[in-house]
């Protein structure tokens, strides 16, 4: 059974910092491709960040140069460092993962394995 785990969610000021974990079990993990998306209330799901086995990375713009994704294979565990963070970053946080193959990780339907999400709240 596939299960993915986040933490390191809380609440954090304008201009502050987080890093998300997401341990993952069930998986082989090291051929996974791994994504970090967010949910803000009223509004969809969006990519915020995607790491692919080789460890190829992208992200959304709303989140370049203030965010950086990485994985440690022999932990099983994908993260997410949230620096300079702003208000609108305020949302839950998903980690998900998937097996397959693809040319792009950016779209949610990618994915088959989902985390139960972690919640980030920044206040100005």
């Known amino acids: 059974q596939v299960q993915l785990v986040e933490s390191g969610g809380g609440l954090v000021q304008a201009g502050g910092s987080l890093r998300l974990s997401c341990a993952a079990s069930?998986?082989?993990?090291?051929?996974?491709?791994m994504g970090w998306y967010r949910q803000a209330p009223g509004k969809q799901r969006e990519l915020v960040a995607t790491?692919?086995?080789?460890?190829?990375?992208n992200y959304a713009d709303s989140v370049k140069g203030r965010f950086t994704i990485s994985r440690d294979n022999a932990k099983n565990t994908v993260y997410l460092q949230m620096n300079s963070l702003k208000p609108e970053d305020t949302a839950v946080y998903y980690c998900?993962?998937?097996?397959?193959?693809?040319?792009?990780?950016?779209?949610?339907?990618?994915?088959?394995?989902w985390g139960q999400g972690t919640q980030v709240t920044v206040t100005s």
């Open positions: 069930g998986v082989i993990f090291r051929v996974s491709a």
């Open positions: 790491i692919t086995s080789g460890s190829t990375t």
């Open positions: 998900a993962a998937t097996l397959i193959w693809y040319n792009s990780y950016d779209t949610s339907d990618r994915y088959r394995y």
